[in-house]
C-alpha cells in the first residue's frame, strides 16, 4: 500500500530551480534513501513531504489516517519535562484512541441489535483495538526502556530534565519519540548523526523491525546497506528511483556516469567544431548559409550536464617522509577529572603502517584519549614514548581555531600547500564541497561544519607520518568521504582515527581498539587492542562477547586466546588488568583470518583461482536473477495496490480478500528474495576479497 506520495513537485529559490517535476511514492515497509550532492534539496523535499514547507506546484498526499513522523538535521530542544515525561508525549495519540474506544463502549451499550450502524461502530472499535495493541502503548514502560538503552542514554537519565541534554543528545530525544510514535511513515534527516556504532546499529536493527515507510537522508553507507531497499536519487532537479542498497545503486551510477561523460565528450566535440567552424567564416560571406546552418544546429544542441558534485576525483597529497617502525608506546597511561577516574594502566602500541581505529561508546573517552597521544593533553600520568623520525598531525573537530580568518578560503589553501600542488587546488576545495566562487569566501563567514572541512583538507596538504583524526568524516558528504577515504588509503604512513562511519571504518581500519565504559562503580575502561580488520574485530566479537576482561588471562573462551597472542607478539603492551590482546590464529589455529587456504605461502593454487571465479560468476549471474525478479515482484505489488485502491475492488469482500491474498504471498515471496540477495551480496564481497 502507497502510504505517502508526492507529485509533479516544483520549487526555486531565486533563477535555480531546486525540485523541477518531482515524484515518488512511499510504500509500505519502503525503505528508501533519498541521494544527491549537498544542495540539491533532499533536506527540502522532507520539509515539503512532512507539511512544513509549501510547493510552487504539485501536490502531497496521503490516507488521513497515515501518521507521519520528521526528524530534522538539528535545531530541535526539548525542556520542562523529565526525559521520562517527555518520551511519554510520543503516546498521546493514543492516548486519544483510548479515549475514542470509550466513546464507542457507550454508544454500544446502546445498540443491542444487529444493524449497520452497530457493525459500524464493531468493526471501529476493533480496529482501533488493534491499533493500539500492535503499538506497545500498554508496554511502554519496557518499550521506552528499550529505546533509550539502544540510543545510548543510561537509566538514570530517565529523571533528568531534557533541557540539561546537550545538542547531540537533543536529537537523540527526538529520534526515540518518532520511534516510540511508531508512525506510519518515517522521514529522517541525517538520524545516525550523533550515533556511536553501536546505537546505529541498534537503530539499524530497529528500522528493519519497522513495518511502516521510511525516506531518509544519510552520509553512512553502511547504514544505509544495512537497511534500504530502495535509492531516490535527486539529480538536476528530478528524482529516479533505483532498486537495492546503497552499494547497488553506486555500482550502477558509476555504469550509468560512465556512458554520460563519453556522451559529454562527444557532445563538447561536436559543440567545438560548430563553434570553430562559426568563428573562422562568419565574416566570409559566401559561406552566410553554411554559418547559420551550423548557428541553428548549435542551438538545438540540448546540453549535458554533469555537476561537479557527480565528478568522481581522486586525489593524490603529498607523502611524508618514512618513520621508524615503532610509531608510538604509551605505557600505564591514567587520566582523571577531579573523582571521575577515565584510564588506568592503559597501554598500546602502534607501528609502522597500522592503520588504527578508537572506537566506543560515546562518553568512554576517544577524544580525550586522541588528545593525550597527540600532546594537546598533558594532565596526565604513564608514558609516551614516539618513534624515530615521527611527524604528528591531528585532527579534530576543535582544529578550525588554526585558521586565518581574515583569509579567503583560496588564500588559506595556497599558504598551507606546496608549490607543486597549485594547480590542483581547486579540485581539492571542490572535492571536499568548496565549490565555485566559494573559494573566495572569507574564512570569517564559514560555519563551523566548513571550517573543519577547511582544516582538514589543510592538514592533508602537508601530512605528517602520523596522522591522528577524530571524526574527521563528520560535514562530509558521500563523496568527499570516499575523495577522502581514497588519500588514506594510498597515505603510506600509519593513522589512528575515531569514527562512527562502519563503511569508513571497514574499509580503512586494519587494527581496532575498543574501549569500553565500566561495568561496576568504582572500575575503570576496559581496553581491547585487536589486530585485523573491522569485519574480523565484529566476529571476535561475536564469539567472545563486547567486554570480556579476557585482560586478566583466566578462565573462559577468550582467555587462552588473549594469553596465547600476549605471549606471542612484543606489540601486544595492553597486558595490564584494564586491557587485552587479541591476535587472528593465536589460540591454535582455532580462529582463522581473512586469508584463504592455498599452498602455504597465502596465495590460491591455480585451480582453487579457477574455481573461485566459476563461483563468483554463478553468484553473479545469480544476483542479477534475483534483483530482477525483485524488481518485477515490486511492480506486481503495485500494481495489486493499486487495483486494492479501487472502489470497485475495495467494496466487493470477495475481490478485496483475494487481491490481499495474493499481496501476502508476494510479500512473501519477496522478503525470501530480499534474504537470498542479502546473502548473495555477502558471498560475493568475500569472495572479491584479496
Not at 501536490?59 to 523529565?82: C, D, F, M, T
Not at 542514554?153 to 533528568?160: P, S, V
Not at 602537508?462 to 577524530?470: A, E, H, Y
Request: hydrophobic residues 35%.
Amino acid at each position: 500500500m502507497i502510504l505517502l506520495q508526492a507529485d509533479s513537485l516544483k520549487l526555486s529559490f531565486g533563477d535555480r530551480e531546486i525540485l523541477k517535476n518531482v515524484s515518488i511514492r512511499i510504500p509500505e515497509r519502503g525503505r528508501i534513501a533519498l541521494s544527491g550532492a549537498n544542495g540539491s534539496g533532499k533536506s527540502t523535499l522532507l520539509t515539503i513531504l512532512a507539511g512544513l514547507r509549501q510547493s510552487e506546484g504539485g501536490n502531497v498526499s496521503s490516507h488521513k489516517a497515515v501518521r507521519i513522523s520528521y526528524l530534522p538535521q538539528s535545531g530541535i530542544e526539548h525542556r520542562g519535562r523529565s526525559l521520562e515525561d517527555e518520551l511519554e508525549t510520543a503516546f498521546s495519540h493514543f492516548k486519544e484512541d483510548e479515549a475514542r474506544l470509550e466513546e464507542l463502549g457507550r454508544r454500544l451499550e446502546h445498540h443491542s441489535s444487529e444493524g449497520p450502524e452497530t457493525r459500524k461502530l464493531l468493526e471501529e472499535h476493533h480496529q482501533i483495538s488493534e491499533r493500539i495493541a500492535s503499538s506497545h502503548y500498554y508496554q511502554r514502560e519496557q518499550y521506552i526502556m528499550r529505546t533509550i538503552r539502544g540510543l545510548g542514554f543510561k537509566t538514570d537519565d530517565l529523571h533528568r530534565d531534557c533541557g540539561n541534554f546537550s545538542g547531540g543528545w537533543q536529537m537523540r530525544i527526538a529520534l526515540a519519540k518518532i520511534i516510540l510514535e511508531n508512525p506510519d511513515v518515517m522521514l529522517l534527516d541525517e538520524p545516525t548523526n550523533y550515533l556511536d556504532l553501536d546505537a546505529r546499529q541498534w537503530l539499524a536493527d530497529e528500522m528493519n523491525r519497522f513495518h511502516g515507510g521510511i525516506l531518509m537522508v544519510s552520509h553512512d553507507k553502511g547504514f544505509l546497506d544495512d537497511t534500504v531497499n530502495q535509492v531516490a536519487e535527486l539529480f538536476m532537479g528530478q528524482i529516479k528511483l533505483y532498486k537495492g542498497n546503497y552499494s547497488h545503486y553506486e555500482r550502477l551510477r558509476e555504469q550509468e556516469m560512465e556512458i554520460l561523460i563519453k556522451q559529454y565528450e562527444q557532445q563538447q566535440q561536436e559543440i567545438q567544431q560548430l563553434e570553430d567552424f562559426i568563428a573562422r567564416f562568419r565574416a566570409n560571406a559566401s559561406k552566410a548559409a553554411q554559418v547559420q546552418s551550423r548557428i541553428k544546429q548549435l542551438n538545438k544542441i540540448e546540453r549535458i550536464e554533469i555537476p561537479e558534485s557527480m565528478k568522481r576525483m581522486h586525489l593524490h597529497f603529498p607523502q611524508a617522509p618514512r618513520s621508524g617502525d615503532m610509531v608510538l608506546e604509551a605505557d600505564n597511561i591514567e587520566k582523571s577529572y577531579g573523582d571521575l577516574h577515565i584510564y588506568r594502566n592503559l597501554s598500546l602500541e602502534l607501528q609502522r603502517g597500522d592503520r588504527a581505529v578508537l572506537i566506543g561508546p560515546n562518553g568512554v573517552g576517544k577524544s580525550t584519549l586522541l588528545r593525550i597521544l597527540a600532546g594537546r593533553d598533558r594532565n596526565y600520568q604513564g608514558t609516551i614514548r614516539y618513534g624515530s623520525k615521527v611527524e604528528m598531525a591531528y585532527f579534530a573537530q576543535e582544529s578550525e581555531d588554526e585558521l586565518n580568518t581574515s583569509w579567503t578560503i583560496m588564500e588559506e589553501m595556497e599558504a598551507a600547500s606546496p608549490t607543486e600542488l597549485y594547480p590542483n587546488l581547486r579540485g581539492m576545495l571542490g572535492a571536499f564541497l568548496f565549490r565555485g566562487d566559494d573559494i573566495y569566501k572569507p574564512i570569517s563567514v564559514l560555519s563551523g561544519g566548513e571550517k573543519n572541512r577547511l582544516a582538514l583538507l589543510k592538514m592533508l596538504m602537508r601530512p605528517g607520518n602520523f596522522l591522528i583524526l577524530d571524526e574527521p568524516t563528520n560535514h562530509l558528504d558521500l563523496t568527499s568521504k570516499e575523495v577522502l577515504l581514497d588519500a588514506l588509503k594510498d597515505y603510506e604512513g600509519t593513522i589512528l582515527f575515531v569514527s562512527h562511519d562502519r563503511f569508513f571504518i571497514r574499509e580503512l581500519a586494519t587494527r581496532v581498539i575498543e574501549l569500553q565504559l565500566p561495568e561496576a562503580e568504582g572500575d575503570y575502561r576496559q581496553v581491547h587492542n585487536i589486530p585485523g580488520n573491522f569485519d574480523y574485530y565484529l566476529e571476535y566479537r561475536s564469539k567472545f562477547g563486547s567486554g570480556s576482561h579476557s585482560g586478566n588471562h583466566g578462565s573462559g573462551p577468550a582467555a587462552g586466546a588473549a594469553a596465547s597472542a600476549a605471549d606471542s607478539s612484543a606489540s601486544a603492551s595492553a597486558s595490564s588488568s584494564s586491557s587485552s590482546v587479541y591476535h587472528p590464529g593465536a589460540s591454535s589455529g582455532n580462529h582463522p583470518g581473512p586469508q584463504e587456504a592455498g599452498d602455504g605461502t597465502g596465495k590460491l593454487s591455480h585451480e582453487e583461482m579457477k574455481k573461485r571465479r566459476s563461483l563468483l560468476k554463478k553468484l553473479q549471474r545469480r544476483e542479477e536473477e534475483v534483483l530482477s525478479s525483485i524488481e518485477e515482484g515490486d511492480e506486481k505489488q503495485a500494481e495489486i495496490q493499486h487495483q486494492m485502491s479501487l472502489e470497485e475492488n475495495y467494496s466487493d469482500g470477495e475481490k478485496i480478500s483475494a487481491l490481499q491474498n495474493s499481496l501476502d504471498s508476494l510479500e512473501q515471496k519477496q522478503q525470501e528474495l530480499h534474504l537470498e540477495w542479502e546473502d548473495l551480496a555477502l558471498r560475493l564481497e568475500e569472495l572479491k576479497k584479496p
